[in-house]
T-cell receptor
Framework: AQSVAQPEDQVNVAEGNPLTVKCTYS??????LFWYVQYPNRGLQFLLK??????LVKGSYGFEAEFNKSQTSFHLKKPSALVSDSALYFC???????????FGAGTRLTVKP | NAGVTQTPKFQVLKTGQSMTLQCAQD?????MSWYRQDPGMGLRLIHY???????DQGEVPNGYNVSRSTTEDFPLRLLSAAPSQTSVYFC??????????FGPGTRLTVT
């Protein structure tokens, strides 16, 4: 079955600095890849997805992610972090041939002023 | 357009009790799913449905039942609640192969 690894439980960055939240995946065949964000006591909000095509995907709130097939990675990035970006971030993978979406354990991003 | 709605927001059950968590969506999505979220474990798929009358098991289906009689509704039933089912439950919907939209969650405590 497919799986996702988010190797960092916690990422801390200063406001204005670039941020990266890492994600690697394992799936048979080509993947659909997603990033979601969760604010306290809220449901998950969709940020961006990779389905096919350009490896660099741009999403909401200035976030982007790069699909790297050889490294089976889909890291989330933002050039300049905001304090309001502080939240829990989840990477998810789904194979093309079914709807079984699997999530990583999540990475808590803290952006300090 | 309300999106994905879930009721109740909070629930406390005693061991052995049964209950149904309600989920509804008004976006005409064919795909609906239930997840549970536990600290340090991310979201784990319980059951999902690709259309009315069709359901399938996810990663952690034991102790839960689902049915899908309409496109809009996808209730999750706990048959005999156990403390291990204490969790936050999220319902989601989407088009097949696309991103999912999540409800606000139900926080369940089983004592």
């Amino acid at each position: 079955a497919q799986s996702v690894a988010q190797p960092e439980d916690q990422v801390n960055v200063a406001e204005g600095n670039p941020l990266t939240v890492k994600c690697t995946y394992s799936v048979s065949g080509n993947p659909y890849l997603f990033w979601y964000v969760q604010y306290p006591n809220r449901g998950l909000q969709f940020l961006l997805k990779y389905i096919t095509g350009d490896n660099l995907v741009k999403g909401s709130y200035g976030f982007e992610a790069e699909f790297n097939k050889s490294q089976t990675s889909f890291h989330l990035k933002k050039p300049s972090a905001l304090v309001s970006d502080s939240a829990l971030y989840f990477c998810a993978v789904m194979p093309h041939n079914n709807n079984d979406m699997r999530f990583g354990a999540g990475t808590r991003l803290t952006v300090k002023p | 357009n309300a999106g994905v709605t879930q009721t109740p927001k909070f629930q406390v059950l005693k061991t052995g009790q049964s209950m149904t968590l309600q989920c509804a969506q008004d976006m005409n999505h064919e795909y609906m799913s239930w997840y549970r979220q536990d600290p340090g474990m991310g979201l784990r798929l319980i059951h999902y449905s690709v259309g009315a009358g069709i359901t399938d098991q996810g990663e952690v289906p034991n102790g839960y039942n689902v049915s899908r009689s309409t496109t809009e509704d996808f209730p999750l039933r706990l048959l005999s609640a156990a403390p291990s089912q204490t969790s936050v439950y999220f319902c989601a919907s989407g088009r097949t192969g696309q991103e999912q939209y999540f409800g606000p969650g139900t926080r369940l405590t089983v004592t």
